[in-house]
């Protein structure tokens, strides 16, 4: 039984499993993507020898702190709040090798402030971040389980984005403009290789509602990036950290039935950074916590194309100790954001079916 065009699945910012761009949640760096649920959501499973391109954004304002799972409101109050802005695009360009099996690379590009209200500088970045190549293969044959499938992915990424990037700023002492680095929450890259690891898992329920469960782990094996953030502080967090990132996502999808194509999507994301690596060391600067929130969202397909919008309320931020923290008996503080905000386009092209069939795309393949 082919599954209805009009089924879409939730928080789509790319449209595969294994694309991993570099985002960040305020202060805490978490670096994973936004994923899919079912490939029902865009026309369909991709034929052997199909192509699709997504360019994917996201965007939010961090301001709020936390010490644990408690917010620092006396720093709003004092105007000494630390504020990031982060702006990403992310590219991904994804190849269907065999009706299960399929190819990906993800190219970040980063665009970032972060100030501190009491400051009178504020320091930027712009550039790409790392890069991952991965692969992903469906458990099941794919043109027998349109119902429902799991899609396992592993991929690397390379520290192709600047981990030390700094800005010229005057900060009115006397001393004039002088060089800065720019705090490792708005850095392009990491610093470190990583191995991407993902899953994707849908179910059809019924004739038009799809549920799903996604997640995503970037390990990073290496300890520090040999980036000295300050040179007086203590000696575990005088380099900055390569720390791994995770993403869960889960949820229902929904179709407009007079509206043919156009769906509506809700459920829970939970993204962070966790305290001690499942490879490597836990030494080094980082901030470790994670944001959970719920997420609502509308997604639109027409042909071979693919447009989605999500927004996600934090309903609840928490910012963990750190391997150094304990060491120390700290507990340091990170900024997250309110809301999160989500968008994508994609568009499939190549393939027999397109060339067969013009701009018109088969969804029962």
Same mark, same amino acid.
């Given at each position: 039984?082919?599954?209805?065009?009009?089924?879409?699945?939730?928080?789509?910012?790319?449209?595969?499993?294994?694309?991993?761009?570099?985002?960040?949640?305020?202060?805490?760096?978490?670096?994973?993507?936004?994923?899919?649920?079912?490939?029902?959501?865009?026309?369909?499973?991709?034929?052997?020898?199909?192509?699709?391109?997504?360019?994917?954004?996201?965007?939010?304002?961090?301001?709020?702190?936390?010490?644990?799972?408690?917010?620092?409101?006396?720093?709003?109050?004092?105007?000494?709040?630390?504020?990031?802005?982060?702006?990403?695009?992310?590219?991904?360009?994804?190849?269907?090798?065999?009706?299960?099996?399929?190819?990906?690379?993800?190219?970040?590009?980063?665009?970032?402030?972060?100030?501190?209200?009491?400051?009178?500088?504020?320091?930027?970045?712009?550039?790409?971040?790392?890069?991952?190549?991965?692969?992903?293969?469906?458990?099941?044959?794919?043109?027998?389980?349109?119902?429902?499938?799991?899609?396992?992915?592993?991929?690397?990424?390379?520290?192709?984005?600047?981990?030390?990037?700094?800005?010229?700023?005057?900060?009115?002492?006397?001393?004039?403009?002088?060089?800065?680095?720019?705090?490792?929450?708005?850095?392009?890259?990491?610093?470190?290789?990583?191995?991407?690891?993902?899953?994707?898992?849908?179910?059809?329920?019924?004739?038009?509602?799809?549920?799903?469960?996604?997640?995503?782990?970037?390990?990073?094996?290496?300890?520090?990036?040999?980036?000295?953030? *300050?040179? /007086? $502080?203590? =000696?575990?967090?005088?380099? +900055?950290?390569?720390? @791994?990132?995770?993403?869960?996502?889960? !949820?229902?999808?929904?179709?407009?039935?007079?509206?043919?194509?156009? *769906?509506? /999507? $809700?459920? =829970?994301?939970?993204?962070? +950074?966790?305290?001690? @690596?499942?490879?490597?060391?836990?030494? !080094?600067?980082?901030?470790?916590?994670?944001?959970?929130?719920?997420?609502?969202?509308?997604?639109?397909?027409?042909?071979?194309?693919?447009?989605?919008?999500?927004?996600?309320?934090?309903?609840?931020?928490?910012?963990?100790?750190?391997?150094?923290?304990?060491?120390?008996?700290?507990?340091?503080?990170?900024?997250?954001?309110?809301?999160?905000?989500?968008?994508?386009?994609?568009?499939?092209?190549?393939?027999?079916?397109?060339?067969?069939?013009?701009?018109?795309?088969?969804?029962?393949?």
């Amino acid at each position: 039984m082919k599954t209805p065009t009009y089924l879409l699945s939730a928080f789509a910012l790319l449209s595969a499993i294994s694309s991993q761009g570099l985002y960040a949640q305020g202060c805490i760096v978490a670096r994973s993507s936004s994923l899919s649920g079912g490939p029902e959501n865009e026309g369909g499973y991709m034929a052997p020898g199909e192509f699709e391109f997504s360019i994917g954004y996201r965007h939010q304002f961090s301001f709020r702190h936390f010490v644990g799972d408690v917010e620092q409101t006396q720093r709003i109050a004092q105007g000494t709040e630390v504020m990031n802005k982060i702006n990403l695009l992310n590219y991904n360009l994804n190849y269907q090798i065999s009706h299960r099996f399929s190819v990906q690379v993800d190219a970040p590009l980063l665009l970032a402030s972060r100030r501190s209200n009491n400051s009178p500088f504020t320091t930027t970045t712009q550039g790409f971040g790392d890069i991952i190549f991965s692969a992903k293969g469906w458990l099941f044959d794919t043109r027998e389980n349109s119902k429902g499938n799991i899609a396992i992915s592993v991929g690397g990424a390379i520290p192709s984005g600047r981990d030390n990037a700094t800005n010229i700023v005057d900060k009115l002492d006397g001393k004039g403009p002088v060089s800065t680095l720019v705090d490792y929450s708005i850095q392009p890259g990491s610093g470190g290789y990583g191995i991407a690891l993902g899953w994707q898992a849908f179910r059809n329920m019924g004739s038009i509602t799809q549920v799903y469960f996604n997640g995503s782990y970037m390990v990073t094996p290496q300890n520090t990036n040999g980036v000295v953030r *300050s040179t /007086t $502080a203590q =000696p575990l967090l005088q380099q +900055v950290s390569i720390s @791994d990132q995770y993403l869960l996502e889960a !949820g229902a999808a929904i179709p407009i039935r007079k509206l043919r194509g156009l *769906s509506i /999507t $809700a459920g =829970p994301r939970w993204e962070g +950074v966790p305290a001690k @690596d499942l490879i490597g060391g836990n030494d !080094g600067f980082r901030r470790p916590g994670y944001a959970l929130s719920a997420e609502v969202g509308a997604q639109y397909v027409r042909g071979r194309h693919f447009i989605s919008a999500t927004v996600g309320r934090a309903i609840l931020r928490d910012r963990t100790r750190s391997y150094p923290d304990r060491v120390y008996g700290s507990h340091g503080d990170a900024a997250f954001a309110d809301y999160l905000w989500l968008a994508s386009y994609s568009v499939r092209f190549g393939g027999p079916q397109h060339a067969k069939h013009g701009a018109k795309m088969d969804p029962g393949i």
